[in-house]
């Protein structure tokens, strides 16, 4: 299995009791799972229901969930007649008729038209008979969402091996060239020695010593087994199933204080050229690394 992206989106819908639920999911990459969901007004009591499912998908990346609802809401319509106040009304327009001498012709339609006679209420939304639509509705936004961040992961996936192989043959090409290179040291040490000592003797077993310690100074076997090891930890990080991004970017620290210190003992202008190419695909590969859930 690829490891997966961080970023992704995502849409579901769903349709239940003549509404329609749509959930989006929208994912970037972050260091830790940040999780901001949206829904309309009424609705916030299912916040928790639906950070529960998305905490159990996702574990890493800023994730935006937004909910909206559309359809048919009647059956939340519900109106209340005053019929207190719609008899002060009529008292009172007949009062005003006796008082001007003028007949009451006052009609139902009138009476209701006057203001708060005719109340039209919202009733609260049973929230447990509309979870079952939001809930279908956001694992099909999850399940696109999590076919785009694998697809994007395969991508990831595939650059970070190429670039593994890459590095991993330029590791071992200055693993090969040690040899010659001490063998050029060694040389270059014994001709300044006999300049110095002005065609004396040279003592065979202090010139081996020297050798030695050169020789010593220059070893990055422990570094390049060190860097192999990373590098097939690396391999298994990203076909591992589960979240390995941080695993990822600690190791590719640790390559990079391999290489460092590889650089600095063997302290050599073609290999420094060599230990810069090999910063360069680390610095790549790092933030590819930056996008892996």
């Given at each position: 299995?690829?490891?997966?992206?961080?970023?992704?989106?995502?849409?579901?819908?769903?349709?239940?009791?003549?509404?329609?639920?749509?959930?989006?999911?929208?994912?970037v990459n972050h260091r830790y799972l940040d999780l901001k969901i949206k829904l309309p007004k009424g609705y916030a009591?299912?916040?928790?229901?639906?950070?529960?499912?998305?905490?159990?998908?996702?574990?890493?990346?800023?994730?935006?969930?937004?909910?909206?609802v559309t359809g048919d809401f009647s059956d939340l319509q519900k109106i209340e007649v005053n019929s207190s106040l719609a008899t002060t009304y009529r008292d009172a327009l007949t009062r005003l008729g006796a008082a001007l001498d003028l007949s009451d012709n006052t009609t139902l339609s009138q009476l209701a038209s006057y203001p708060d006679v005719l109340v039209l209420k919202q009733q609260e939304e049973d929230l447990d008979?509309?979870?079952?639509?939001?809930?279908?509705?956001?694992?099909?936004?999850?399940?696109?969402c999590d076919t785009m961040r694998s697809q994007e992961g395969e991508a990831l996936t595939t650059d970070l091996l190429e670039r593994l192989d890459h590095f991993s043959k330029?590791?071992?090409?200055?693993?090969?060239?040690?040899?010659?290179?001490?063998?050029?040291?060694?040389?270059?040490?014994e001709e300044r020695l006999e300049k110095l000592l002005d065609n004396i003797q040279l003592d065979p077993q202090r010139l081996a010593q020297e050798v030695a310690i050169l020789a010593d100074k220059t070893d990055v076997t422990e570094e390049i087994v060190r860097l192999d090891s990373h590098i097939n930890q690396f391999r298994a990080f990203l076909e591992a199933d589960e979240a390995?991004?941080?695993?990822?970017?600690?190791?590719?620290?640790?390559?990079?204080r391999e290489?460092?210190?590889?650089?600095?003992?063997?302290?050599?202008?073609?290999?420094?050229?060599?230990s810069v190419e090999l910063k360069g695909e680390l610095e790549k590969m790092r933030e590819q690394v930056q996008n892996i859930e």
């Amino acid at each position: 299995m690829s490891s997966k992206s961080m970023t992704g989106f995502g849409r579901g819908e769903a349709v239940a009791g003549g509404r329609q639920w749509i959930a989006e999911i929208r994912c970037v990459n972050h260091r830790y799972l940040d999780l901001k969901i949206k829904l309309p007004k009424g609705y916030a009591g299912l916040e928790e229901k639906a950070r529960k499912i998305l905490s159990a998908t996702l574990q890493r990346g800023r994730v935006d969930v937004h909910f909206s609802v559309t359809g048919d809401f009647s059956d939340l319509q519900k109106i209340e007649v005053n019929s207190s106040l719609a008899t002060t009304y009529r008292d009172a327009l007949t009062r005003l008729g006796a008082a001007l001498d003028l007949s009451d012709n006052t009609t139902l339609s009138q009476l209701a038209s006057y203001p708060d006679v005719l109340v039209l209420k919202q009733q609260e939304e049973d929230l447990d008979s509309v979870w079952p639509a939001m809930e279908q509705a956001l694992k099909i936004a999850l399940v696109t969402c999590d076919t785009m961040r694998s697809q994007e992961g395969e991508a990831l996936t595939t650059d970070l091996l190429e670039r593994l192989d890459h590095f991993s043959k330029v590791v071992h090409e200055i693993g090969n060239s040690i040899p010659e290179l001490l063998q050029r040291r060694q040389q270059n040490l014994e001709e300044r020695l006999e300049k110095l000592l002005d065609n004396i003797q040279l003592d065979p077993q202090r010139l081996a010593q020297e050798v030695a310690i050169l020789a010593d100074k220059t070893d990055v076997t422990e570094e390049i087994v060190r860097l192999d090891s990373h590098i097939n930890q690396f391999r298994a990080f990203l076909e591992a199933d589960e979240a390995t991004g941080r695993k990822l970017d600690f190791l590719l620290q640790e390559f990079l204080r391999e290489v460092n210190t590889m650089a600095s003992k063997i302290n050599d202008a073609a290999i420094a050229h060599l230990s810069v190419e090999l910063k360069g695909e680390l610095e790549k590969m790092r933030e590819q690394v930056q996008n892996i859930e």
